[in-house]
C-alpha cells in the first residue's frame, strides 16, 4: 500500500503551491518520487532547483527500491544530481534481503 508523504504526521501531503509556499522550506528530502502521476511534476522539479539555487535551500535525493528518482534526470533537477547515475543500471544495486554487516 502505497502512502502519500509517508504516512507521518511530519509529512506534507502534497506539493507547496508555488514558490512562496516552497520557499518556507530550508531542506527538502525526496524519496523514491519521480514523474508519475500523484508525485511530482516538471514545474515541480523547476520550482526545487530554484530554492535550491536562490535561497540555499538543501534538497536531499534519497532513492529507493522502485527507481522512481530516475526520472528526475529528464529535469532541471539532473544538475543538482551528487553523483553519475549508472544507464546501464537505472535501478541501482541492491537486494530486498536485509544482510548483517
Known sequence: ???VGG????????????LDELSKFDVVFLGDVGLEE???????CR????????QASGLVFMPGGR??????????????YPVIMDELQPDGW????????
Open 1 to 3: 500500500m502505497d502512502k
Open 7 to 18: 504516512g507521518s504526521k511530519d509529512y506534507i501531503k502534497e506539493f507547496p503551491a508555488g
Open 38 to 44: 500523484g508525485q511530482l511534476t516538471v514545474e515541480n
Open 47 to 54: 520550482l526545487l532547483k530554484g530554492i535550491v539555487e536562490h
Open 67 to 80: 527507481g522512481r528518482q530516475a526520472s528526475l534526470q529528464e529535469t532541471e533537477l539532473d544538475d543538482l
Open 94 to 101: 541492491g537486494s530486498r534481503n536485509a544482510r548483517p554487516l
